[in-house]
C-alpha cells in the first residue's frame, strides 16, 4: 500500500513537471515571437475610416520590413513620438515626386487611383476629401528623401501625418499591418 502512494505521488509529480516544462515553454515562445515577430495593436482615433475603426484590434508585422522596403499603400504602424505610435498608410516612397490636385494623388506626374478613399469621397458630394499640396509645400523637399516615407492617414480632412509630421524615416517604421482581428466580424487581411 505505501509503495503505491508513492508511485502515485511520483506519476502526479511528473506530470506536474511535465506540464510547468510546457507552460514555460510556451511563455518563452510567445514572448520571443511577440517580441520580434508580431505584435498587436489596439487602434485609438479615426484617422485611419473608414479603412480601419477605432478600437479595432490589429496585428503588426515586425520583420517585413527586415528584408523589404515599405511599398505604396502599405498600411504600417510607426513611432510618432516617443510615447504614441500612429497607424498610416504609404503614399510616397523614397524619390517619389506627389501631389495632390483636385482631390487626385499624382506621384512623378502620374495619376494613382485611390480605391480605399473612394467611399468617402462619394460621401462627401463636391467636398474636397484631400486639399491640393505639393510635397515641397508641406515638407520644403520636392522628393522623398532615401530611407524616408510619406505617409497619410485614410481620413485625409482629420489625420496627423507627414502633412504635419513631415516625413518618417525607415528607422521609425514599427511594423507592416498585415490583419484586424477584432471584433470578428471586421476581421480582414491587408
Not at 48 to 70: F, R, S
Not at 103 to 115: G, M, Q, S, W
Amino acid at each position: 500500500m505505501e509503495g503505491s502512494v508513492v508511485l502515485e505521488r511520483h506519476k502526479w509529480l511528473r506530470s506536474a513537471w511535465t506540464f510547468l516544462k510546457i507552460v514555460i515553454l510556451v511563455v518563452i515562445v510567445t514572448f520571443f515571437v511577440h517580441h520580434f515577430f508580431f505584435t498587436n495593436y489596439v487602434v485609438s482615433g479615426k484617422s485611419m475610416l473608414p479603412t480601419i475603426q477605432d478600437g479595432e484590434h490589429v496585428i503588426i508585422n515586425k520583420i517585413e520590413y527586415d528584408w523589404n522596403a515599405p511599398q505604396r499603400f502599405d498600411l504600417i504602424v510607426f513611432r510618432a513620438t516617443p510615447e504614441t505610435d500612429y497607424i498610416k498608410r504609404v503614399i510616397g516612397v523614397p524619390s517619389d515626386e506627389i501631389r495632390y490636385e483636385n482631390d487626385h494623388l499624382y506621384i512623378n506626374d502620374e495619376l494613382y487611383e485611390e480605391p480605399f478613399l473612394e467611399q468617402e469621397k462619394r460621401a462627401l458630394l463636391d467636398e474636397t476629401f484631400t486639399y491640393d499640396f505639393t510635397l515641397e509645400q508641406v515638407t520644403g523637399e520636392g522628393k522623398v528623401p532615401n530611407d524616408k516615407y510619406f505617409v497619410l492617414g485614410d481620413n485625409r480632412p482629420n489625420s496627423m501625418d507627414s502633412r504635419q509630421l513631415g516625413f518618417i524615416s525607415k528607422d521609425r517604421i514599427i511594423g507592416k499591418v498585415d490583419i484586424t482581428y477584432w471584433p470578428l466580424k471586421r476581421l480582414r487581411m491587408f
